[in-house]
Nanobody
Framework: QVHLVESGGGLAQPGGSLRLSCAASGDTVSLIYMSWYREPPGKQRELVARIDTHDLSNYADSVKGRFTVSRDGARNEMNTVFLQMNSLKPEDTAVYYC?????????WGQGTQVTVSS
């Protein structure tokens, strides 16, 4: 079992920055990759960024060049994953969720609200 806790959400102005963290605990060695998803108001949850234990990452087109996903921990282990969000736009407003993926199971955090508004 893996427990994920997000933090770092809040209010930012357009053009501003926020950094989200996702702390993993429990059977973290089972995790293959970790992802950030977001759910804008009235819309479906979408993938934002993903990173694996070899530090390979990929991003949604809408955040490329603005968001950066990183992690700490030993090679082949996930401890904490970060999402650095720069040049924020109002359309980035959403609840952001962390997901940890093992070979046969996905784990979710409780989500953290990000609001981009002037």
């Amino acid at each position: 079992q893996v427990h994920l806790v997000e933090s770092g959400g809040g209010l930012a102005q357009p053009g501003g920055s926020l950094r989200l963290s996702c702390a993993a605990s429990g059977d973290t060695v089972s995790l293959i990759y970790m992802s950030w998803y977001r759910e804008p108001p009235g819309k479906q949850r979408e993938l934002v960024a993903r990173i694996d234990t070899h530090d390979l990452s990929n991003y949604a087109d809408s955040v490329k060049g603005r968001f950066t996903v990183s992690r700490d921990g030993a090679r082949n282990e996930m401890n904490t994953v970060f999402l650095q969000m720069n040049s924020l736009k109002p359309e980035d407003t959403a609840v952001y969720y962390c997901q940890g993926r093992a070979s046969n199971k996905a784990y979710w955090g409780q989500g953290t609200q990000v609001t981009v508004s002037s």
